[in-house]
């Protein structure tokens, strides 16, 4: 069993930066790729960024220039710094993560809000 815990959500001012967190637990032996992604109120859920393990990332076209993702591989843990916000970043951030145990699987956290305010 996997978990998957994210922090660092909250409320901040149009122009505020935030720094979310996300800590992978259980019985690990690897992790592949990890991401972040978003859920607006009736809206889809979209992929915010993402990262591999040996630290290639892509981005949203949307968040490309304020938005980094990281990683700590010891840690097992991943990262999103969110700069320069805006409103339209409102939304529940989930990650995610391939994470090999005696298998590969696909396993989410439960979402962290982010809330911007113009």
């Known amino acids: 069993q996997v978990q998957l815990v994210e922090s660092g959500g909250g409320l901040v001012q149009a122009g505020g930066s935030l720094r979310l967190s996300c800590a992978a637990s259980g019985n690990i032996v690897s992790i592949n790729a990890m991401r972040w992604y978003r859920q607006a109120p009736g809206k889809q859920r979209d992929l915010v960024a993402a990262i591999t393990s040996g630290g290639t990332t892509n981005y949203a076209d949307s968040v490309k220039g304020r938005f980094a993702i990281s990683r700590d591989n010891a840690k097992n843990m991943v990262y999103l710094q969110m700069n320069s916000l805006k409103p339209e970043d409102t939304a529940v951030y989930y990650c995610?993560?391939?994470?090999?145990?005696?298998?590969?699987?696909?396993?989410w956290g439960q979402g962290t809000q982010v809330t911007v305010s113009s």
């Open positions: 995610n993560a391939d994470v090999y145990t005696y298998y590969m699987g696909l396993w």
